[in-house]
């Protein structure tokens, strides 16, 4: 008898670390009990700081980056991003017009972007010797932290699905696969201090774009 | 060569323009500068420059810009509104996270300068206006007043979509003072500023800035003026101390009236000695010498008349091979005194107090164990001195008693044994079997009115008494008798009560049952072994009560005692009853005497006997 029950608690821990390692699940899956659901508040409030976290470490990273590196006359004229050719808005009033499925498509956009050539950038950073350490550290942080991003925003956008704010984003997840298909035949630019400058600047895009997506859905907190 | 020179003379000329030019003042224009450019609300910018040397003439100002990743160039749309030396940039013409190449260009009629290109992203470059309503009041709550400072974001500021996030930032200083304090509000538009000073005069400034950008300027400070107050906490802190002084006051003063009466209280003196004739004085005074003399009761120790009659233990044997030893206590110096101080001092009494007198047995002939005890000095009361003549056998008559004076001493004792060949044993608890000789039993301890009756048999153990007056020969029969006896015996030693000393000085003396339980029987006379003096008479014999309880036979130990003691006494005293020796311990004792008087405590009190 005792046995018994030691082998049906041993299959129990064994299904329950099974279920756990399978696919990440969503957060609160309909209807599932005992899940506590995050307030689309609060999951705003993780995106907008972690958009704000990782804009402080491409600042960071870009001034360091100058000291090093002269900016070419030249370049400074033909700067050019690899994400140019996503259609952003470039002031406050084409931003409000849009719509949040299109804000949000945006913001994944960009950050669906960024995902490869900051990788990139942090493991090229550590074969070179000179590089600081800690410049290295920032470039990895910065890294994981477009990962991040992307999954909380997604994790917004299914929220905001959830609640009837928006509807369907297009297609959801091939949606997502799309952009990683155009992002990856880019050649992406070995100049750095340029990398830095245009992640700088499409993180502020992406913080500027969370915050009038949060305050326009939620305009209560702190708006 | 010389034919034509064409060049040469134009180069002159030329040389010689510019070379005179410069007297005359004019120049092309030095080359402006573009200062900086600021985006109130990150929708609008403004740039201004700084003109150089205009060269003397008048000059102008241009400004161009272009985009980033486009080669048009655009001039400025706006030389207005910003002012002297600026270009207002409007929400049509602003785009943001888009790089603006802007250059100034001088120019004059002799010439241009163009001014160093500055990149500017408009994103970068935010500078809120100052916050605006500054407004500062005066609050209270419990721990007292407090600065209350609320303001307004600045209008231009978009803060409501999410645009804009300000952060604010506010300073405060007494008017007086140098150094500010500063203190971050974050994004909430009011802040309270604690425990400011009374009376004092403040000002308050706040700014703000975008999540990143620049700090907007300093509002115009706000002044405000702090009432005066007592804080609630100091005022009550300063009752306290003002009562507890007075009460600290008046508390000395009362001590300082009080001040015996206190000493006494705290310190209580402490009791002196309760000594007859102890002088503090003469202690304070230092002299040992004249205390202690005035501690000496004169006429103690009693002199040498009664020296040998001191009785120091009493020896009873008896037929039976049982000898036994009274132990009798001397009074010290305050038994002496008189009766009347018997019953409140206690000193020396001891001895008399004790029911039990111990009695030791004492086996003549083997001397190895000769342990005389002399418990203290026995003091047998006596009579008075009128009823003495003959000093070794005091009798009371009168009822007052004296002390006797030890006849047990140490130095008596080895006389004895002298005397004795076969020496005296003395061993502890040993109920002396005594010969009761006479019929008078009185106690007399712890009955003063019953002290009259006190008989000393001077020799009962006497005779031993006897023997330093009277020297040999009942020693003798002691000796003798208890010799044959006592051999054989093993030494058992037990406690006798002594009851009464009758006329020849004979020890009357109860035995006791058993010594280990003397104890319990103290309270029950009738019951007891102990021997109660009942009496002494004038020939200091001290007369024992014979016990009426069925356990003690008094009589036979008496006669056995006695009849060893001193059969000279036996024969002496035939109107008294003679107790048979044979009898052990238990034997009930026969018919008490009529005029016994049991009392309460059989023991020979000594200090009623006193004279």
Known sequence: ?223 | MGISSGPKPFLTVGVLFILLSPATGFSAPGRPRVINCRSPEKETFTCWWEPGDDGGLPTTYALYYRLEGSETIYECPDYKTAGENSCFFSKNDTSLWVDYNISVVASNDMGKSVSEPVEVDVVYIVQPNTPESVMVSVLEDNHGPYLRVDWEKPQSADTRSGWITLVYQLRVKQAKDETWEEYDAGMQKYYNVFSPHSGKEYMVQVRCKPDHGFWSEWTTPVYIQMPDYMPKVRSMWIMVAVISAFLILLFAWTMNVKQNSVKHCLLPPVPGPKIQGFDQQLLKNGKSEEMFNALVIPGFPPTSTYEDLLVEYLEVYDDEKRELVLNEKNLIEGSMKSKSTSSDNDSGRGSCDSRTLLMEKCVDESGTEQELSQYGEASWASSDSEGRDNPASPGLEDGKVQMWPSVFSSPQSHNFQQQHPGGLRASHHSVPEISCVSPQVQTCCGQQDQLEGFQFSKPGLYRYAQMYSMDTIECKHVAQEPQSQSQSQSQSAEYVEVQTVNQENVLLVTPLSNPEGPNPELSDFSGEDYSKVRDVTSDNVLLLQRDLSVSQFVGDYCQDQIGQVDPCFLQQQQQEQTCKLNAHLHHPASALQEDMRLAGNGYVDTTMMMS
Not at chain 1, 65 to 70: D, S
Not at chain 1, 104 to 110: A, P, Q, R
Not at chain 1, 122 to 142: C, F, G, P, R, V
Request: with cysteine; glycine share 6%.
């Open chain 1, 1 to 223: 008898m005792l046995e018994m029950s030691k082998t049906v608690s041993w299959l129990t821990l064994l299904c329950v670390s099974v279920t756990v390692r399978g696919a990440p699940a969503p957060i609160c899956p309909h209807g599932h009990p005992g899940c506590q659901a995050i307030s689309l508040a609060d999951l705003f409030d993780r995106v907008i700081q972690h958009s704000s976290r990782m804009h402080g470490l491409s600042s960071d990273l870009h001034s360091e980056f100058e000291q090093y590196f002269i900016p070419n006359k030249i370049q400074i004229g033909t700067r050019r991003c690899h994400t140019s050719n996503i259609v952003t808005p470039n002031g406050k009033e084409n931003a409000t017009k849009l719509a949040e499925e299109e804000l949000t498509e945006v913001i994944l956009k960009l950050l669906m972007a960024w995902g490869e050539p900051l990788a990139q950038f942090h493991e090229s950073m550590t074969q070179h010797a000179d590089y600081n350490i800690y410049s290295s550290n920032k470039a990895l942080e910065m890294s994981d932290m477009v990962y991040e991003l992307r999954n909380g925003v997604q994790k917004v956008a299914e929220k905001m699905q959830l609640l009837g704010i928006i509807s369907n984003l297009l297609n959801g997840q091939d949606f997502l696969e799309g952009l990683d298909a155009v992002d990856s035949s880019e050649i992406f630019s070995v100049d750095y201090p340029n990398l830095l400058h245009c992640f700088r600047r499409d993180s502020d895009k992406i913080q500027s774009y969370l915050k009038i997506l949060k305050c326009r859905i939620l305009p209560e907190n702190g708006c």
